[in-house]
């Protein structure tokens, strides 16, 4: 759905759906000529990378793989606990792999900075970060974060995949909420 499909839900919208769609070509195009030749471990983390995950990897010519985990993160609220946990892991051995972690918004860094040293403690060739959206706060984190949709603004968005209580993924534009969306 369309922010204009419920317009009372929501504030204002950041992105619509054909400037995420374009911004995600640009950055399929960069991933491609960085990794001419060799083939991507895309690894998405649940729930709220997937959509990237499916527009980015189709815009790409590279032959790659995909794996998913699922981490947790924030519940139902909107801020950070800090606790990472794995609720799922992967499926396939990383091994000497070229992982791309595909995520959908970087806030603390904390969820990241976490499950990079993870994987990086299983041996693969290479770790890098595709975030779709990355929030101000994220530059205090020392991670490397080597592909980034968008720099947003300190605001709570929903929409591609970001949901609020399980709410909002299937939104196609990236929109902050109303108000009264969050006492109801
Ligand atoms: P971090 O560990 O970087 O603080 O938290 C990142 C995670 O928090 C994201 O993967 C996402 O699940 C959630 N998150 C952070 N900011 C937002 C936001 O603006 N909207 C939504 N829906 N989730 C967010
Ligand atoms: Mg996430
Ligand atoms: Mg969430």
Known sequence: ???????????????TEEQVASRIREV????????????????????????????????MTSHMSMDWMAVSSYGAG???SGVVRILKDLTKDIDGRDILIVEDIIDTGLTLSYL?????????????VMAMFRKPEAVTCPLDVKYV????????VVGYGLDYADRYRNLTDVATLAPHVYKS
């Open 1 to 15: 759905m369309r922010a204009s499909d419920i317009p009372g839900d929501f504030d204002h919208v950041l992105y």
């Open 28 to 59: 399929a195009a960069q991933i491609d000529a960085d990794y001419a030749g060799r083939e991507i471990l895309m690894v998405g983390l649940l729930n709220g990378a997937v959509m990237t995950m499916a527009d980015l990897c189709r815009a």
């Open 78 to 80: 909107t801020k950070s």
């Open 116 to 128: 990079v040293q993870n994987l990086r403690s299983r041996n693969p060739n290479s770790i890098e």
């Open 149 to 156: 949709g968008f720099d947003i603004p300190n605001e709570f």
